[in-house]
């Protein structure tokens, strides 16, 4: 069973950054693709960011160019740098785990999930 935990969420006005991480309880660490994925209130999961395990890198349209997701393999965590951050930002994020995903910009695709960390972005 892996289990997933988000940290580094906050308070931040626009215009900031914030780094968020997710540190995962397995093993075999490097064989999972991770995403992330936010929640807005009144809104549906939607897809932030995802790193494979295989190396490759995906954004969703919306925050290209202002997030940059990464992985350190011997430490078991993922990363979520967001820059340039706007009130549409904030959300509950959450980061997911998955060992045989074929889209990673999927929510289905992902086996394990965190229990999220809020992001609040001011005006």
């Known amino acids: 069973q892996v289990q997933l935990v988000e940290s580094g969420g906050g308070l931040v006005q626009a215009g900031g950054s914030l780094r968020l991480s997710c540190a995962h309880s397995g093993r075999t660490f490097s064989r999972y693709s991770m995403g992330w994925f936010r929640q807005a209130p009144g809104k549906e999961r939607e897809f932030v960011a995802a790193f494979s395990w295989i190396g490759s890198t995906h954004y969703a349209n919306s925050v290209k160019g202002r997030f940059t997701v990464s992985r350190d393999n011997a430490k078991n965590t993922m990363y979520l740098q967001m820059n340039s951050l706007t009130p549409e930002d904030t959300a509950l994020y959450y980061c997911?785990?998955?060992?045989?995903?074929?889209?990673?910009?999927?929510?289905?695709?992902?086996?394990?999930w965190g229990q999220g960390t809020q992001v609040t972005v001011s005006s």
């Open positions: 997911a785990a998955a060992t045989t995903v074929v889209d990673v910009t999927t929510i289905s695709g992902y086996d394990y």
